[in-house]
Each structure stands twice: as C-alpha cells, then as structure tokens.
Nanobody, 123 residues
Framework: VQLQASGGGSVQAGGSLRLSCVAS????????MGWFRQAPGKEREFVGA????????YYAGSAEGRFTVSRDNTKNTVYLQMNSLKPEDTAVYYC?????????????????WGEGTLVTVSS
C-alpha cells in the first residue's frame, strides 16, 4: 500500500491550501481515509476523516468549520481543503488508512501512512 500526499507549502495566515493523497495497493472505494498532522515537538494528532463512500466526515475541533475532507473514488484520491489557516496549523500533514470501512481517529488505529507533506503558515 502506498499513500502519496502532496500540496503542502507556505502560506500566510488566513490563506488556503488543498492537500491531496493518492492511494494505491488497497481497495480505495471500501476504505475510510484519515488526515493527521504533527507539529514540531508535538505528538501526531487527528485532523479529519471520511467514510469509504464520502457520505460521512468527522473532524477534530481545531479543524471543524475550516477544513473539509473529500474524496474521489474514481481517482483513488482523498483531499483536505484547508481554509482560514492559522500559524498553529503549521505541521507535517499525513494521510492514513486502516484498509476497511470504519472511521478511526487515533493514529495507533491506522495501518497505512503516507510520507507527509509540510504546511507552513506564517503570521
């Protein structure tokens, strides 16, 4: 299984970025997907997740109302649209999967991880 995240970069506070994650080697259309992030010196934390068919999403409180997770099963791709970015959103962002339909929010529950993409938000 490979998860390849992209779309990170540097942006000023209040700006937007869209991250993408292309999956291969798993049955994407039956797999829930998650986004996590890890800031320097901090533990990896949950950001958002989406069900296998896109019908359900779930967000961390810090992401609610600003971030949107979506997916395109025809492209084996999951997205994280991030708006109104804040300096505290600066982190390496990872997409992850467990390989089944269940939604999970704990990093320890995820089986597959991408390499991450760095997001830097300046004030």
């Amino acid at each position: 299984v490979q998860l390849q995240a992209s779309g990170g970069g540097s942006v000023q506070a209040g700006g937007s970025l869209r991250l993408s994650c292309v999956a291969s080697g798993l049955t994407f259309s039956t797999s829930a997907m998650g986004w996590f992030r890890q800031a320097p010196g901090k533990e990896r934390e949950f950001v958002g997740a989406i069900s296998y068919n896109g019908g359900s999403t779930y967000y961390a409180g810090s992401a609610e109302g600003r971030f949107t997770v979506s997916r395109d099963n025809t492209k084996n791709t999951v997205y994280l649209q991030m708006n109104s970015l804040k300096p505290e959103d600066t982190a390496v962002y990872y997409c992850a999967a467990r390989g089944g339909p269940g939604l999970y929010t704990r990093s320890g529950d995820m089986k597959y991880w991408g390499e991450g993409t760095l997001v830097t938000v300046s004030s």
